[in-house]
């Protein structure tokens, strides 16, 4: 369940609340991190994920370098990023990179089994206002990555499906070689993280210097990711991080990109759990 919220409105409408900077950002990641550090004993879905979660990184990683890709892309055609239809398509956009990026590794990893299901996840989300139209995202991840990974679909047919709800006018941004640069960087990031041992440090690393995210994206999703494989109360990890993104002082690019990759966490495991072998 996806829920959205408009944020508090101070003492005085006309002035914005203040936001965290980045050091405040970092400090207060770095003490969640350490009250949520410890992996709870296998006894429930997340906490039993294991390697399935740390494929998951390559989606989170990929749909946010997705988002990234689709703002470049539309500022080089001129189309403005900020409406409806916008956001709608950085969705699509970091859906379809995250999947391949995941696709790369969890075919290295996984084979697939029948009944193949597709299934989404249960957890309460709370997604602020500004961000709604990014909270589908992890459906749409789910959709793409299972047409692809069991139906045999090509990431670029994701494009022309409808599926992902992409308006006639946004196809061009998704058609871009800009962004098409970034998906097939993505695909590259999941089969080297695949070399690596699935290594965070490894994965947001590569990502940062090949262009696909920021230094401040790589050094956030690295801490998510800490506290993301370790399984622990997720529903309150991914939140917080969604919040603590939201009231900071990162672009808007950044803020949107990285939330579409919380999103996606809290989706992504559920298309590999009981669908696949160990290869």
């Known amino acids: 369940m996806i829920l959205t919220s408009c944020s508090k409105k101070t003492a005085d409408t006309n002035s914005s609340p203040r936001r965290l900077t980045k050091a405040e950002l970092y400090a207060d990641l770095k003490a969640f991190n350490a009250a949520h550090g410890v992996r709870p004993e296998c006894?429930?879905?997340w906490s039993c994920l294991g390697k399935v979660a740390a494929v998951a990184g390559a989606d989170i990683t990929g749909a946010a370098a997705g988002v990234v890709g689709v703002?470049?892309?539309?500022?080089?055609?001129?189309?403005?990023?900020?409406?409806?239809?916008?956001v709608v398509v950085m969705a699509a956009g970091g859906a379809i990179a995250g999947g391949g990026a995941s696709y790369a590794a969890a075919k290295a990893v996984y084979t697939a089994v029948a009944?193949?299901?597709?299934?989404?996840?249960?957890?309460?989300?709370?997604?602020?206002?500004?961000?709604?139209d990014l909270s589908d995202v992890g459906i749409k991840?789910?959709?793409?990555?299972?047409?692809?990974?069991?139906?045999?679909?090509?990431?670029t047919d994701s494009y022309y499906t409808g599926a992902l709800g992409?308006?006639?006018?946004?196809l061009p941004v998704l058609n871009n070689?800009?962004?098409?640069?970034?998906?097939?960087?993505?695909?590259?990031?999941?089969?080297?993280?695949?070399?690596?041992?699935?290594?965070?440090?490894?994965?947001?690393?590569?990502?940062?210097?090949?262009?696909l995210i920021t230094d401040d994206m790589r050094?956030?999703?690295?801490?998510?990711?800490?506290?993301?494989?370790?399984?622990?109360?997720?529903?309150?990890?991914i939140n917080h991080y969604i919040s603590a993104v939201d009231q900071s002082e990162l672009t808007d690019i950044e803020r949107k990109a990285l939330i579409a990759g919380f999103i996606v966490a809290?989706?992504?495991?559920?298309?590999?759990?009981?669908?696949?072998?160990e290869k």
Do not use: C, W
């Open 43 to 45: 006894s429930g879905f």
């Open 71 to 86: 703002s470049e892309a539309a500022g080089a055609l001129g189309i403005a990023t900020g409406g409806t239809g916008a």
């Open 115 to 132: 009944p193949n299901e597709n299934k989404y996840g249960d957890l309460n989300l709370d997604v602020p206002l500004e961000f709604h």
């Open 141 to 155: 991840h789910n959709n793409a990555m299972y047409n692809i990974f069991f139906a045999g679909q090509e990431v």
């Open 166 to 170: 992409v308006g006639r006018e946004y």
């Open 177 to 211: 070689e800009i962004y098409q640069q970034r998906v097939a960087a993505a695909s590259n990031l999941g089969r080297d993280y695949v070399s690596s041992g699935f290594d965070y440090a490894f994965l947001t690393n590569r990502a940062y210097e090949t262009g």
């Open 219 to 237: 050094q956030i999703l690295y801490s998510f990711m800490e506290a993301y494989g370790t399984g622990a109360d997720m529903e309150n990890v």
């Open 266 to 277: 809290s989706e992504s495991p559920y298309v590999f759990y009981n669908n696949v072998n």
